[in-house]
């Protein structure tokens, strides 16, 4: 349904009209479309897709009709999730406070509104004034000392101590400088909270405190992981809520997916086991270690892969982790009230042995793996096969859904998208997508040059015909490029090899320091040139003439040896669908639209997106991908890109052509 308008003199219009004018801007028609749309679906519950480009505001686009509804009933609430917290805070900060204010110009009453975030977010009151036992006492530094984690945990104590006495509720991300190691010092995982009614603090807990300004709000910004939460435990993370918008809807599969899944290492249940041993006899605390080094000996032994088989060493070793977890827990019941130690060791116990249960099931609806890292060694995974009936049953079921992003349509419509998330089948519900357009003429400001003359990228890296592309490409943008690889590896050597043969510009490269630092040398380096991998598709804003050119090694398919990706696209294929394209193709699609939009970010922005993998054009689903993308003007002609590129270099507006 695409031709919807926007209804004149409604609440939401006159809001959206002072919040625009508020903020120095002027109509759009898209958000005004989008506005008319979301205000229609919180009335009558039908769920909607909306695709709105970047340019377009869907902030106030559907904060504005949010808005009108709890006016106009007062004891409702609609929660916002958004999936990262720069887009939670610019709401917060940002356009939350301004929409209120156009609120309460035209109506005269304003709404109250609160952030919400998951537990570990919060400093934990018991860990901070009680500390951890010796663990946290051996972190602290000795008089005089001023660096180090125990530095940083001291510094949280104290900030802590002030945001309790203080009502502000700041979370992690307003505290002092710190390490995970130091944060994990001062919070508590989820298991191990005892529980407002049980914790000698539980009357000033800052999450309690948080969830208590939440109940009293009626617009509550929540993230996917919260909101995944909530699904899985019965509605008990959020207060209840009559509308809900989820705010960058593509990465919802992804992170309730996530927030699902577990994992379970030799190290961990070693860890925990220790912390038991006080209270265990001999034999059970033994038998708790032994599980541990019986897991270690299993994983040693197997191949990183899924695991499917009931009678594999992996689960025999995970039965026997659960067996010893199980006993370990009977042997920690009792005790006092008072014994907070004795109860988060039972509580460590009992994740351990939740864990350990659920992967020995081998579930259908689950897929356990085996996975290595430098970081953790092997380890046990588990992660669920979809999502969509979690999300059908306990978020599309229960109050109509706004899910809105810049990219929603893959491969041309919503339904690839719409079944990942629940909403297809006999018993789905009612939904409808409706895509507002953007602001930007992509025809005039872009090209999408694919180098259709260059080889079929292999497993082994990219190859050297590539690389020479890469090099070229960006002498001919004078840097000013972002690079968007399929690996660490392709990234490292593209830039090794530009920094070789173009050394005149510097070349930046995911690895070499945190992001946030290389991503403002890129801005404050006009002929800078950064590369990297995933977290740049997706995470990085860089508008105007420090990005002119975007370049895509590869087209990003699911690794083929992902074992959640594979068990997917073969549970499709079962099923009678195309596997390939449900899942591999569809995630590919959703990567390229976000990359690409890497490039046009302002009204004023000119350049070209180069993809150096030629079955974007050759292959049959590369009509498929290249719908996901901007519509961008599109050549395989080398030197009309080389062209294009050297007359935005010159000053020449290139235009597309």
Not at 19 to 43: E, K, N, S
Not at 48 to 74: C, F, H
Not at 329 to 353: H, M, P, W, Y
Not at 398 to 415: C, E, M, Q, Y
């Amino acid at each position: 349904m695409d031709g919807e308008k926007a209804g004149g003199g409604g609440l939401a219009d006159r809001i959206l009209a002072a919040a625009v004018a508020g903020i120095g801007g002027h109509p759009r028609p898209g958000q005004q479309q989008m506005a008319a749309a979301v205000g229609r679906t919180l009335d009558n519950g039908e769920h909607l897709l909306v695709q709105a480009g970047t340019g377009t505001g869907k902030s106030l686009g559907y904060l504005a009709p949010a808005l009108a509804s709890l006016v106009e009933d007062r004891a409702s609430r609609v929660v916002i999730a958004t999936a990262t917290l720069a887009l939670q805070a610019q709401l917060a900060g940002k356009d939350i406070p301004a929409a209120v204010t156009a609120c309460e110009q035209v109506c005269g009453q304003g709404v109250t509104h609160a952030v919400l975030k998951g537990r570990s977010n919060y400093a934990c009151l018991l860990r901070v004034r009680d500390g951890q036992g010796s663990e946290q006492e051996a972190l602290l530094p000795e008089p005089g000392e001023a660096t180090g984690v125990g530095a940083e945990v001291v510094a949280l104590r104290r900030w802590a101590e002030e945001e309790a006495g203080s009502g502000r509720l700041a979370d992690r991300d307003d505290a002092p400088a710190h390490t995970p190691a130091a944060w994990m010092q001062v919070s508590v995982p989820v298991r191990e909270c005892l529980g407002a009614q049980r914790c000698p603090y539980g009357a000033e807990c800052l999450v309690e405190k948080s969830r208590e300004r939440a109940r009293a709000s009626q617009l509550v910004v929540t993230n996917h992981a919260l909101l995944a939460v909530d699904a899985l435990h019965g509605g008990t993370a959020l207060p209840e809520y009559e509308g809900l918008v989820i705010d960058e809807a593509h990465e919802l599969v992804s992170r309730v997916t996530g927030a699902a899944s577990v994992e379970l290492g030799p190290s961990q249940v070693e860890r925990v086991a220790k912390r038991c041993l006080a209270w265990l006899t001999d034999d059970v605390g033994l038998a708790f270690l032994d599980a541990a080094d019986a897991l270690q000996g299993a994983l040693d032994g197997t191949d990183p892969g899924r695991v499917t088989e009931p009678e594999a060493e992996v689960v025999a070793a995970l039965r026997s982790v659960r067996t010893a977890a199980r006993a370990a827990i009977t042997g920690l019941a009792g005790g006092k009230d008072e014994e907070t130690d004795r109860r988060q060791a039972q509580a460590a116990a009992q994740e351990v042995f939740d864990v350990a249960e659920r992967m020995a099931k081998l579930d259908p609806y689950d897929v356990v793996w085996v996975s290595e890292s430098e970081r953790f060694g092997r380890q046990a995974n588990c992660a669920p096969l979809s999502v969509a009936g979690l999300l059908r049953s306990r978020v599309f079921d229960n109050h109509p859904v706004v899910l809105t992003s810049a990219t929603l349509k893959i491969g041309g419509d919503f339904r690839a998208i719409a079944a990942s998330l629940g909403l297809a089948g006999e018993d789905a519900a009612d939904w409808r997508g409706i895509d507002v357009g953007s602001p930007f003429d992509y025809r005039s400001q872009g090209i999408l040059y694919v180098a259709r003359q260059l080889p079929p990228p292999g497993r082994d890296g990219i190859g050297p015909e590539a690389l020479a592309e890469v090099a070229e490409l960006l002498w001919a943008a004078d840097g000013r490029t972002l690079g968007l690889f399929a690996s660490q590896r392709s990234a490292e050597a593209a830039a090794r090899y530009c920094r070789e043969h173009v050394p005149e510009r510097l070349v930046l490269c995911q690895g070499d320091a945190h992001l946030p630092r290389l991503t403002a040398e890129f801005v404050e380096d006009p002929e800078a040139s950064l590369f990297g991998t995933l977290s740049l598709w997706q995470g990085i804003d860089v508008p105007g003439d420090t990005c002119r050119l975007v370049i895509i090694d590869k087209i990003p398919f699911p690794r083929p040896d992902d074992p959640l990706m594979q068990a997917r696209q073969q549970a499709v294929t079962e099923g009678g669908g195309n596997g390939f394209m449900a899942v591999a193709a569809t995630h590919a699609g959703l990567l390229l639209a976000q990359g690409s939009g890497r490039l046009i970010r302002t009204l004023t922005d000119r350049g070209v997106v180069a993809v150096l993998d030629p079955r974007l054009v050759t292959a049959r689903y590369g009509s498929f991908l290249t719908a996901s993308m901007p519509d961008f003007w599109t050549t395989t002609d080398r030197e009309t890109a080389i062209g294009a590129l050297r007359r935005l270099g010159s000053g020449t507006d290139a235009g597309a052509r």
